[in-house]
């Protein structure tokens, strides 16, 4: 569902070394824009980003992180698909390098300025190490506005495998400029108290411009600097620049 705004999951939405599968990821965002158009509903998206912040979190470590996206949407407002991601997040009790998430949902988007969405999302974490199992599941529901302002609410379940929830609440903008050029926003609280964790503010600003099937993203993210945790740890204010590539 991520996310040029957010340079991450698909939104319908400790190592200094490139990540794995690097290479392959930057040929096919060569290739990509002269690749023959995917059959009906179905399309990909790949992404190099400078780092992968997610709500707040550097779920990269601050390093490179190269994500693939494929996307099905039936004319109905049903969609699923599959989106995966290098990450890094280690700690004493588990290393994690690869997300792995599977989607499914239904977009209804009838004659009117007013559009709905309702995802649950599967989040997994191929090769993990150590005694917990972090995969989980998450309900989303969104409701965008003249295609501009949104707000997404999420509520997961038995979070990391540790028998709490988590909740989490994102209010977004979205302004063409130009034909090619968006400038966006979002303010977001992620709520993972029922755990022993913490609730933070987050937010991000930035800009994105198309050519062809390219898309540039140049993003500021900031949060309220909440500690290491087992979601990963606090990205503070660092600036974001991601190339996407749709096939």
């Known amino acids: 569902m991520a996310n040029g705004s957010s340079a ?34 179905l ?24 994500q693939l996206g494929l996307d099905y949407e039936h004319e109905s407002g049903m969609f699923g698909g599959v989106w995966a991601s290098s990450i890094d997040i280690a700690s004493r009790f588990s290393e994690r390098d690869t997300e792995l998430d599977f ?3 239904y977009h209804f988007a009838p004659e009117g300025p007013l559009a ?8 997994t974490y191929p090769g993990q190490t150590g005694p917990i199992d972090y995969d989980y599941g998450e309900a989303l529901f969104s409701a965008t506005l003249y295609d501009s302002l949104s707000l997404e609410i999420g509520f997961a379940r038995e979070l990391y495998g540790l028998g709490g929830n988590g909740r989490h609440w994102e209010l977004r903008y979205d302004r063409p400029v130009e034909s090619a050029w968006v400038i966006s926003a979002g303010l977001g609280r992620n709520d993972l108290t029922d755990y022993g964790g913490y609730r933070y503010l987050h937010w991000d ?8 099937r390219l898309t540039f993203d140049l993003r500021w993210y900031d949060n309220e600097r909440p500690g290491a945790g087992i979601g990963g740890q606090s990205a503070g204010s660092a600036l974001v620049l991601a190339l996407s590539a749709a096939f």
């Open 205 to 212: 600003l930035g800009a994105s411009a198309r050519y062809q």
């Open 8 to 41: 991450g999951r698909p939104e319908h939405g400790s190592e200094s070394s490139p990540p794995r599968g690097w290479p392959a990821v930057f040929v096919l965002a060569l290739l990509a824009p002269q690749a023959e158009a995917m059959p009906d509903g």
């Open 116 to 123: 709905l969405t309702a995802t649950v999302i599967r989040y």
């Open 43 to 66: 399309s990909g998206i790949v992404t190099l980003t400078s780092q992968y912040i997610y709500r707040g979190l550097a779920v990269s470590d601050g390093d490179p992180a190269a």
């Open 103 to 105: 989607y499914l949902g």
